[in-house]
């Protein structure tokens, strides 16, 4: 396969080794170091470029400020390693919630102004957290509508949580917002065995891939997951961006990305 392949941070989460925890609920929170071994966030791209990589995610909660100048110095800093930001994840909210969903959409939105001034491609969102309901859905739907006219970022949503558990809810929302809408398919979100059933409907809508190959030990992949999955996207002609997500089972997060790099590459 050719697609572009981007990294996670999540997946270098012991590399970094500090988060910033915010959410809507709580708020932004301390500083919480996690490693013994920090890698300022600031010296990434450079990281990554080394690594022979040319993309990143960032999830929201790896960014120590969302000053302006900091935003600035982390965006010049990716154009210097050449590495672009594919996405900003913003891994908090319930946009369906039937009591704080609007201060939750309030919230989300507050953190695409971020990814603009990063210059991401894609913001992408929790669509719901809310057993599926019709009401649940349609709350999602209306904050997801106001959440894309209001953003210069191309705004996706996720196979994750409880109301994009399924296929068709998945594609309910994304038809309900008629294009102005991404998707981003992981493959580890759903349970087997039923994922080798539902990811096939999804996949063909898909811009993003979290392309979350297994482990069976930290030098091996689990090869008929892997195979099955990177099948069904061949087969739904995806031609978006792999994300690695999966830092691996101890070790070095550096080599669990090469060993999946590798397989999709080979694939």
Not at 19 to 43: C, F, I, K
Not at 205 to 220: D, G, I, M, Q, W
Request: proline fraction near 5%; glycine fraction near 8%.
């Amino acid at each position: 396969m050719l697609n572009p392949i981007a990294v996670s941070s999540w997946a270098l989460h012991k590399t970094i080794g500090v988060t910033y925890h915010d959410s809507p609920s709580a708020g932004a929170q301390e500083e919480n170091r996690h490693s013994s071994l920090v890698v300022p966030l600031l010296e990434l791209p450079a990281l990554l470029a080394q690594h022979g990589y040319s993309a990143l995610q960032l999830c929201h909660f790896h960014l120590p400020s969302c000053e302006p100048a900091y935003l600035q110095s982390l965006r010049l800093a990716l154009a210097d390693a050449g590495v672009s930001l594919h996405a900003l994840l913003i891994d908090e909210g319930d946009i369906s919630d039937p009591v704080n969903g609007d201060r939750d959409a309030e919230w989300i939105a507050g953190w695409l102004r971020p990814a603009e001034l990063l210059g991401a491609q894609h913001a992408r969102v929790i669509g719901g957290k809310q057993t599926y309901s019709r009401e649940a859905a349609d709350r999602s739907i209306g904050a997801l509508r106001q959440l894309v006219s209001g953003s210069t970022v191309r705004v996706e949503i996720e196979n994750w949580h409880d109301l994009t558990s399924t296929p068709a809810a998945v594609i309910e929302i994304l038809d309900a917002l008629d294009g102005q809408l991404g998707l981003c398919a992981d493959f580890g979100n759903w349970p087997k065995p039923r994922k080798y059933d539902d990811l096939p409907l999804i996949l063909p809508r898909a811009e993003t891939c979290h392309a979350k190959l297994e482990f069976v030990s930290p030098a091996e992949l689990d090869l008929d997951d892997a195979s099955a999955c990177l099948g069904f996207a061949r087969d739904a002609g995806f031609a978006g961006t792999f994300v690695l997500v999966n830092g691996g089972m101890g070790g070095s997060e550096w080599d669990a990305l090469a060993i999946q790099r590798d397989a999709i590459v080979a694939f």
